[in-house]
Nanobody
């Protein structure tokens, strides 16, 4: 069982930056791949980024590649999403996700979800 709590969302102007954090409970955090998803109003939840259990491999949606960076600190049971050059179309609720399979996260999302944090980018 893994519990996830996101933080760091807020309101930012286009071109600005935000850093999201996701704190995970449990002593097995380092065995989980982690990911971020987002859901904009009226749209389906979409994959944003994923990272392997040891942080050695990362994956990004084309829409955020080069602007967002996913990272993790296994000593702190935390995964991060650094978001730069934000655009109004990045506005969404961002969700943290965990699963033992990185491929599952990329394909459809894994077993464990946080409650989400709102990111709003103004033009």
């Amino acid at each position: 069982q893994v519990q996830l709590v996101e933080s760091g969302g807020g309101l930012v102007q286009a071109g600005g930056s935000l850093r999201l954090s996701c704190a995970a409970s449990g002593r097995t955090f380092s065995s989980f791949a982690m990911g971020w998803f987002r859901q904009a109003p009226g749209k389906e939840r979409e994959f944003v980024a994923a990272i392997s259990w040891n942080g050695g491999t990362t994956y990004y949606a084309d829409s955020v590649k080069g602007r967002f960076t996913i990272s993790r600190d296994n000593a702190k049971n935390t995964v991060y999403l650094q978001m730069n050059s934000l655009k109004p179309e990045d506005t969404a609720v961002y969700f943290c996700n965990a699963d033992r399979s990185r491929a599952t996260i990329q394909k459809k999302g894994g077993d464990y979800w946080g409650q989400g944090t709102q990111v709003t980018v103004s033009s």
